[in-house]
């Protein structure tokens, strides 16, 4: 199936987006497949950058200023993110399910945004006054038809799934803060209780609000699998100037109510493996494999235990603010086994080094399901380590906890693998 490209360029735009021929330019430059097309502008927009995501944001709310109050009141760390996901899909034109699987759930996760099937052609129209007015002679009548025609199929996935969500879920869940415990001066382990039953699979993140920061939602892990009383836990780090992250960390007490989003993410557990696990984690990149480790612990059976290997790392020994916890799952289940390893304090006690290099040392064995989660350089690295040392792509499960985008800019916590 060819997802998003409808007409090869040949078709016309929807009644939605018609209206933009108007500005398409006289030259006559080569036929290209629609695909092509795609990828060519995009490129060409990519280039200009800020000046094409202000041009976008600036159309779309000088035409509909009713959609303004559902972004963000101040917008300029975070309002490339559209367009970070137009790349994603740019780039994934030749993976049409990978992509699917992806728009269907970017769709049921604006539910809590406030997006409604109405509001599409309105971002549509913006989105291809954009393309239009940064592609110059590119943009022909076929490159118009062809996002179009793209545009509209990313349309019908999102708002597909949407519908179908809000036939079980609501569009968020409001829940209160139970718990919250300064394990160090920047991380907080805070315990929330959904209002109604919140349904996830361990491993998966979610979008949290905070009380402080109106329509700013950022994701985060949940730390715990799925239990009995509801509760969620989730290991948050103030990362610096970081507005949800700091308001969570520093400004959240018990009684406080924050929103959270539906659930998301695929590195969950792989159905019918029973095989062994190798979990590596940095930072608070932790809290999903903890909740992988509580999950398979729980689905173990006696006859068939599971052998689980964590190793967890950190910049120095006080950033390692689970290991109580840790020992204690350890000491219930003898075939957990968890190391640490510590990068930046040559005089600390342990294993010493940042985690790829620890793990190319002490690979797993080859049929191992490997679970790598943190900061996506140190992520990035242990992939090409586990690859190199010959273990299959289908048997590493990885999860980034920071946008791509923004890898090297802080002090947070890329130097665990960097
Ligand atoms: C799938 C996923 C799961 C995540 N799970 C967790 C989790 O369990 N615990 C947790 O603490 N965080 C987690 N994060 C990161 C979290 O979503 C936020 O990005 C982070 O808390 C910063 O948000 P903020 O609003 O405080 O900072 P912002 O106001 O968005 O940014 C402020 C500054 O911090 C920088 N920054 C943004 N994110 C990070 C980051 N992750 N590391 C370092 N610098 C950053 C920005 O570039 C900017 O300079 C996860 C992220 C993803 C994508
Ligand atoms: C094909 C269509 C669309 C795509 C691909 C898309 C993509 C995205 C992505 C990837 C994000 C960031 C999500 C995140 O970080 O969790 C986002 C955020 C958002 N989108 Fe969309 N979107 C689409 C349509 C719409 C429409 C029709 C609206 C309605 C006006 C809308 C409103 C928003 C809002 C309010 C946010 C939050 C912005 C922020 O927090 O800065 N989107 N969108």
Redesign the pocket.
Known sequence: MTILIGNNGAGSPSPGLRGLRNVVSEAEPPVLSSTEAITHTFSLVNQVGDAAVAYFYGRLFAENPELRPMFPAAMD??RDRLFRALTRIVHSLSTPERMESYLSQLGLDHRKYGVLTEHYPAVGRALLATLCRFSGTAWTPGAEAAWAGAYERATQLMTAAADKSAEHSPPWWSAEVVGHELRSPTLAVLTLRPDEPFRYHAGQ?VSIQSAQWHR?W????V?NAPRADGLLT?????????????ALVHHTRMGDRVNLGPPQ?SMTLVAGSGGGMFCVAGG??L??LKALIEQAIAESQPDQRRRIRLIVGARCESELYDLPDLWRLESYYPWLHISTAVSGDPDCSGVKGMLPDVIARQLPQKDDDVYVSG?SPMVNKCMQVLRTAGLRNCRIHA?????PS?LT??A???SIGS
């Open positions: 760390a975070q993140y700013v950022r994701p985060f892990s730390a989730f290991h948050i780090r103030a990362v610096p100037g970081g507005w949800v992250s700091s993410g608070s990149g809290a999903p900061p999860d980034p906890v920071d946008p923004k800019d802080s947070g916590e890329d």
